[in-house]
């Protein structure tokens, strides 16, 4: 098994070697080099890689950096051009957990698609124990993804989200029901490209779809498929009264 506060360390590095102003740096401390031997410090615990095996994988993982970057500087944009709170792309880097929880996924994700097992697990939960975020590694998340502020978010394995989708917090992208025997089947929702989910909002199945340019409204219950450029919104009814217990 490998150490868990190694492969937190090894997280925690990737993300600075990424991102230097994670840590409020100009440049990276590391280099892919030190980051791919503690990869393979990680791997060989396991017991299931001979030493070419793990260098092929280690290699395959070095190789989607450049790549994992992109996709990450376009999130990054993308949260800075739709959040009227952020200053700049340096703000979103350094202090959003939104993005630190994408950021983990992403680099989690490259591992979960390799099939090294436990290692992306332990890479997302440890986020989740830091954001509050929880997006299992084997999602499929598209480019320019925004969770805004994201406390409470869960978004299961088997989910896959398109392009520009907005996520805020407390929403959950989950299974209608946990049985053993649902393991390999997809048992979260589709959520289409350009959709905004507001917070509180739990969508639910894996035949769930949300067509694209939806807008889910906060505390919504969803387990039906929404076709394209749909609203679907709790209708609200709320009470207030004066003091003296008179309607207003």
Known sequence: ????????????????????????????PGLPGSLCRRLDSLIKPLGRYNKKER???VKSFCLALPVTKDCLEADADFITRNDPAASCVDE??????????????????VLHCLKLPLVPRIMTEYAHSVTGIDIHPGATIGNEFCIDHGTGIVIG???????????????????????????????????????????????????????????????????ESLPPKSIVYQQPNNIVKKRNGQNI
């Open 55 to 57: 260098k092929e994988l």
């Open 1 to 28: 098994m490998p150490a868990k506060s190694g492969v937190i360390d090894f997280t925690r590095e990737a993300c600075i070697y990424l991102f230097p102003a994670v840590e409020g740096k100009k440049s990276s």
């Open 92 to 109: 979103v880097i350094m202090t959003y957990p939104g993005f630190m929880a994408i950021m983990v996924y992403r680099l989690a994700n």
């Open 157 to 223: 394995e088997s989910t896959i989200i398109g392009k520009r989708v907005k996520i805020y917090q407390g929403v959950t992208l989950g299974a209608l029901s946990v049985k053993k025997e649902q393991a390999s089947t997809k048992r979260h929702p589709t959520i289409e490209d350009d959709v905004i989910i507001y917070s509180g909002s739990t969508i639910l199945g894996g035949q769930t779809v949300v067509g694209h340019k939806s807008i889910v409204g906060g505390n919504v219950w969803l387990t």
